[in-house]
């Protein structure tokens, strides 16, 4: 058996992929901040009243989710580390460098998956706004509405966001380059468990 059959055979062996619930929080993260990023970039494009204001309360909520989820994510994944990579011969010497970077970019979108959020809700406060809890509560704000706060609040929770989005695209492209340069498990390593017919693992 080669080096790279060997690799997929282990990927698919207890502990050399993420487990089931880690997966689903990945996951629904990426969709989440895939449609509040659009929200709050094109949320202006709405027609004005009752679409625009669902349209920012959407923003708002699924927001609120991102911040939950990630609360919940991160103490998960202390207690559950990630699976280490199974290397191939070819991408093996990679490891060695591209490890810390990785780990520092995870870093750096677990802090923004937190700040993005945070900002957002700061930034209802700067307007005077009370934040809206699900539709059960309203908490008010603890602040003066502050014209001049508020944009330089918005102009932050825009670049952060900005940034969590570029480097989720990014993340997203490096693991992909793993799969198809490396050949690596990566990738395959946070997908679903695709079995086939057979009920054996592809």
């Known amino acids: 058996m080669d080096s790279q059959g060997a690799s997929q055979e282990l990927s698919h062996e207890p502990g050399h992929e993420y487990g089931p619930v880690a997966k689903l929080l990945h996951w629904t993260t990426v969709a989440f901040v895939a449609v509040v990023w659009a929200l709050g970039t094109f949320g202006d ?7 625009r204001d669902t349209g920012l309360l959407a923003h708002m ?10 609360a919940v994510r ?17 991408g093996r010497w990679l490891i060695e460098w591209t490890d810390p970077v990785s780990r520092v970019m995870h870093y750096a979108l677990y802090a923004l998956l937190i700040a993005v959020p945070i900002c957002g809700i700061a930034l209802q406060f700067a307007k005077g706004h009370a934040l809206p809890i699900f539709g059960l509560v309203e ?3 603890p602040w003066l509405a502050d014209k001049a706060f508020a944009h330089t609040v918005k102009e932050a929770h825009e ?11 990014f993340h997203m492209a490096a693991a992909v380059v793993h799969h ?13 468990h695709l079995r086939n017919v057979q009920g054996e693992p592809r």
């Open 45 to 51: 494009e709405l027609p004005r009243g009752s679409v």
């Open 159 to 169: 670049i952060l966001a900005n940034v969590l989005l570029a480097l989720a695209a």
């Open 180 to 192: 198809v340069v490396f050949g690596d498990d990566t990738l395959r390593r946070m997908l679903p």
């Open 139 to 141: 908490i008010p704000s």
């Open 61 to 70: 909520w699924i927001g609120l989710v991102i911040l939950l989820i990630a």
């Open 74 to 90: 991160i103490p998960w994944r202390m207690a559950n580390p990630p699976p280490k990579v199974t290397p191939t011969e070819f």
